[in-house]
């Protein structure tokens, strides 16, 4: 490589993930926020339209580099690894984090290079400025725009054991010694691997703890003996993985005798997500309390059906 | 995977972005898994844009579309899969040889499906995308 080129690839990347970097951190300040994290929220102009605007903004770079696709995409794909290691120091995202985000961010910044290459080959000023323009727009949009979600996740099993031997499993239980078998889990995304409680009433303090030592605190808020467990998240650890991205709300534990010496477990949970678009966030969110409530009621089910 | 995404997840197409971005994964996928597809795409696009009136952009649904005066001859997604649309009458002809397979969307069309997996692919690629600009430039 010569050295011509290797002070464009340089400037190329330099500028685009310092702009990504500069444009975050604004973003920060105009966040609308109606609730109390505001500096978790990341929006979809984030997460799209920045890594977009970055791979028109390399493109503009390697304009006289007459790059093949192959080229391009090489050099977009070690743009977004660039990224993925400032999102890492300067954000402080955890491995798993930038695992799930890097789908997003690789994609778009390879959209963003072929758009700008386009672009920057037409070299009509008018219609490269009106894009940026209306990407800045829609960028500016997004960011004040006001970002609320919230979903529920349920799950149900059948345990071969009435209801009076669920409910003690349910309400807490011993450590979880089966292996994980959710990917995400496996390469270290913290899973539930015990539950305690205070006492077995209404109001008494529950906490469940993670694979990594992380406690949620809990609030028993419904104690329907062999029916109905319902506690509220009153703390959750701040883990850089996924917490300040999520904070699950509430959860729940709903009983049903069967009438032939089986119940059927249903477990709810409520969250919140701080990051957008849901469409893509949601899938995970969705995919990892799936699994969460699995590995605890597989759990249960095997603790209850214990002769 | 991108018969998957086409027949089960096609509504995701709505979502602004979103093929754009499945399209910029696929290309990630053909650096790691099949460059040279990359190198036949671009190759496609250099011939395409020695015929008269032609130029080449961004498809709305992710991929590169070569145009003749503003009206689409076709469009090859990442993943070297050309559509594109000629004449019924054409399409039958050539779906007797077995080359093509009707678009994998627009059923019971003109528009056909073809995928580039080899070099000669990539020239009879050409072939098709000829046949469609001929068709306009009639």
Known sequence: MSRKNFLTDLKAYGISNLFAVGIIGINKYFIVDTHANADDIFVFSEFIITPMLMGIISAWFWRYSDLSSRGL??????????????????????????????????GSIIVGAFIGRAMFRRNNNT???????????????DSLSEHHYENMVSDTIIVNAPPQQVWKNVVAFKRIKEKNKFWLFKIGMPSPVESTVEGYYLGAKRKCIFSNGYTFDEKIVTYDENKNLTFAITNQPRDPEIMGHIDIEQGQFLLKDNGDGTTTLVGNSWYKLYVFP???????????????????????KELSEVK | MFTFVTQYLSFLKLVPTMSWLFDGLLKLWAYFAKPVLLDWMDEIEAE???WQYTTSGIHKYGGMQFN?????????????????????????????????????????TGWISFYICDIKEKDYALKLLRKGYERLVK
Request: include cysteine; charged fraction near 10%.
């Open chain 1, 127 to 141: 219609l490269n400025i009106s894009i940026v323009g209306l990407t800045l727009v829609v960028f500016a949009a």
């Open chain 2, 68 to 108: 003749y005066q503003g009206k689409e001859i076709g469009h090859i997604h990442s993943n070297g899969l050309l559509d594109m649309l000629l004449s019924r009458s054409v399409k039958a002809q050539l779906m007797q040889d077995g080359r093509i397979s009707g678009h994998h969307t627009f059923k019971n």
């Open chain 2, 48 to 50: 395409v844009l020695q």
């Open chain 1, 73 to 106: 995409t090489g050099k977009s794909f070690l743009n977004g690894c660039i990224t993925i290691v400032l999102a890492s120091g300067f954000l402080g995202e955890g491995f798993i984090c930038l695992i799930i985000v890097s789908p997003l961010l690789f």
């Open chain 1, 278 to 300: 849901t469409w893509y966030y949601d899938t995970w969110a969705q995919s990892i309390t799936h699994n969460v409530h699995l590995r605890v009621m597989e759990h249960i």
